[in-house]
């Protein structure tokens, strides 16, 4: 019996490239951005009781200040507002008001999954999947029925 491996040495060739750390890098600073799009959203959020239990909502200054940074393979979505650490993690006046933990616990596995599908992407040679026109229009061309005259 004879076994024989096709596509092997193009596999090796895509993971020894520095193609791999490149889209890893891109991918991980796509879903920095992803989360602090999300923590944007839910500081932009009023609530019920007029905004004391979320003070960040008054001025939206908070909001306006949160940023997603990425280098490499590391990625930080943060604030430089000085109200940023005190409403996150409380102060020996007020109490925790998180907003960047539960965003970031609520987005975790999709982000892992973003960085994932990005970087499998690349090792098989196919579009994006973060690029849905790609998926869509050759979804549409298969799907489409043959024209019958």
Known sequence: MRLRIEGLSKTRERLASPRADEVMAHAL??????????????????????????PWTRTGALRDRITAQADGLNAVVGSNDKAAAPQEL???????????APAAAF???????????????????????????????????????????
């Open 29 to 54: 600073a796509a879903q920095a951005e992803r989360l602090a799009a999300a923590v944007r959203a839910g500081l932009g959020e009023r609530t019920a009781t007029g905004g004391h239990d979320r």
């Open 90 to 100: 409380g102060t020996s006046k007020i109490p925790p008001r998180p907003f960047l």
């Open 107 to 149: 987005e975790a596995e999709a982000i892992a999954h973003g960085v994932r599908r990005a970087v499998l992407a690349a090792l098989r040679g196919t579009p994006d999947p973060a690029d849905d026109r790609d998926r869509l229009s050759v979804r549409q061309s298969q799907e489409t029925p043959p024209v019958r005259n």
